[in-house]
């Protein structure tokens, strides 16, 4: 499965953006999809996640203001993320967690989207 992501720009402080991936493929079973972002000289941090059954997970720097929702339909999720600060400003990454079969487990990573945020 292939991932693409898109949505990413440049935003004043305060602005919002929505990022999308899109999965090429439904799979066999899925577990999770979610958003990583990687900032200048950090390691890559999870954002937000959603499972399969719809829970959400969202790391504490972007809760009350970024969104993760999931479109089944289009094999697609997104990312809404409103109130922007000059510290989210990192590449955005999607993942996709599952099994394309009953034995072969998949970790794919969509090719990243750079968000900018300035002040």
């Known amino acids: 499965v292939q991932l693409q992501a898109s949505g990413g720009g440049l935003v004043q402080a305060g602005g919002s953006l929505r990022l999308s991936c899109a999965a090429s493929?439904?799979?066999?079973?899925?577990?999770?999809m979610g958003w990583y972002r990687q900032a200048p000289g950090k390691q890559r941090e999870l954002v937000a996640s959603v499972t399969s059954g719809g829970s959400t997970n969202y790391a504490n720097p972007v809760k009350g203001r970024f969104t993760i929702s999931r479109d089944n339909a289009k094999n697609t999720v997104y990312l809404q993320m409103n109130s922007l600060k000059p510290e989210d400003t990192a590449v955005y990454y999607c993942n996709l967690e599952g099994y394309s079969d009953p034995w072969s487990r998949v970790n794919a990573w969509g090719q990243g989207t750079l968000v900018t945020v300035s002040s």
């Open positions: 493929e439904t799979i066999f079973s899925l577990k999770a």
